[in-house]
């Protein structure tokens, strides 16, 4: 047990890098020639991505970037990502990612909330990067430039011995906004490391494994799930610019990928592709997924088509910077309907309203502690006081533990249903949805009615090829719903329901839909 933060005591693991860099020069130290990255074209090793990352530290240097500096950047799935990700770390800087689809009000908002300094960009985001004047300095960052630093001779070192702090920021990643303005979650170079370290011994990743990323590296799945893990173990991380399932089986064969992370409606569409069956696909070892249920048909089929595959169900936030709660590999199927049970390193209690811890199969809110959950939110003591308490972040999921101490997570507190006083947890209904053959995923949200309060309308995406009607779902829901808890209305479609860059639902999306489209 150790003190982080001043106030919170928690497990911590012992022999440690102390910072994000230091990982990075311990894995540059032990395995200089091993392959660190492979982007497109570009291949670097471990020595090779540190000499990119010292000279990318001198340009932050010569930028003005000191200790405590805010660099926001800019960048898609990409070595450059990486590289600015370390050089941040060395100066001892705090990284702002922002998501590139965000536009430029978006931008502005959280370069002036943050107070970034310097802002490294793709040309091909050009133009969302708004005109600060003198308040914003910025850097255009290509792979032209890329192998620019990647070639120069000599060693270039930056200027600055840097101390950090485990407990200082490293990264100021803002949630997804899917309600109101985002808030930055500080995540400690402690916090980070720890979550790297927990990916590794949860999922047995190995020496020299190969860590696919097609979750966007401006999210906490990229960062912590994707690419902190790989200098650990001396692996590769194998970049995904966009997630395209045909390509991406092709290259996750070609690169012999060990490990990725996705949500499930990725591997659902793995499924659709024919090349699953004929790729050598068998040094995929590890999939985690998370976001959402996975179907148990889906489970079935990839045991099927990968028998040499591990699911695991990873629940996890931008506050726990990753997962907190896992469902075993072994309890995949049988589990399906729970996240799983939480790691070693964590505590995780289930609070009724009065802040007292549910009983066995009582519902309430997820409280989670650990040393990788965030201090707080930047600039933002209200938020941080009501969401954090005692060392527990305030998740706003409701669940219940069963008997066997595994969690089934019921529904976001704010999505709740409530019809003519019965509680509904969107969640139950949604996986009884996804049990119907050709079902691809589901939503259920609450349509407003002056006599009820709420009626419930499912939104239902199908695979490709299928053809499933409203009476045939009704049919499954009533067979295993209180009646109460069955859809009264439908829409059906095959176009994907939204979710945000970490691959959350966006419900209240779908609530707008069902506002503006009286026909719904």
Known sequence: ???????????????????????????????????????????????????????????????????????????????????????????????????????????????????????????????????????????????????????????????????????????????????????????????LVMAAMNYVHLFGMEGADRSGVPAPMSHVTGITGGILPMPLVGGCVLIVPEFKAAAFLKFAADERMNVVVMVPAMYSLCLLQPEIHSLDLSNWRIGAFGGAPMAGSTIEALNDVLPGLKLFNAYGATETLGALVICPSSHALAKRETIGVPIPMADVVIMNEDGVECEIGEVGELWLSAASVSAGYWEDEAATLREFVGGFWKSGDLGAKDEDGFIRLLDRKKDMLNRGGFKIYSAEVEQVIMSVPGVLEAAVVGNSCPVLGERIHAFVTLEDGHDVVDRTLWEACSANLSDYKVPESWTISYTPLPRNANGKLIKMALRERLQSDPQI
């Open 1 to 191: 047990m150790e003190s982080r933060f001043g106030t919170r005591v928690v497990r911590c693991y012992e022999n440690r890098p102390k910072s994000i860099y230091a990982m990075l020069a311990d894995a540059i130290a032990k395995w200089p020639t091993a392959e660190a990255v492979v982007d497109g074209d570009i291949r670097l090793s471990y020595s090779e991505l540190g000499a990119c990352v010292n000279r990318f530290t001198l340009r932050l240097e010569r930028c003005g970037v000191r200790p405590g500096h805010r660099v926001a950047v800019l960048v898609e799935n990409s070595t450059r990502f990486l590289c600015v990700l370390y050089a941040v770390a060395r100066i001892g800087g705090i990284l702002v990612p922002i998501n590139t689809r965000e536009k430029a009000p978006g931008i502005t908002y959280l370069l002036d909330h943050s107070g970034a300094s310097v802002l490294v960009f793709s040309p091909r985001f050009g133009g969302n990067v708004p005109d600060l004047g003198d308040a914003l300095m910025t850097i255009e960052f290509d792979d032209q430039e890329l192998l620019r630093l990647a070639n120069l001779q000599g060693e270039d070192l930056p200027s600055g011995a840097y101390e950090t702090n485990e407990d200082d920021t490293a990264i100021l990643l803002y949630t997804s906004g899917t309600t109101g303005r985002p808030k930055g979650a500080k995540l400690s170079h402690a916090g």
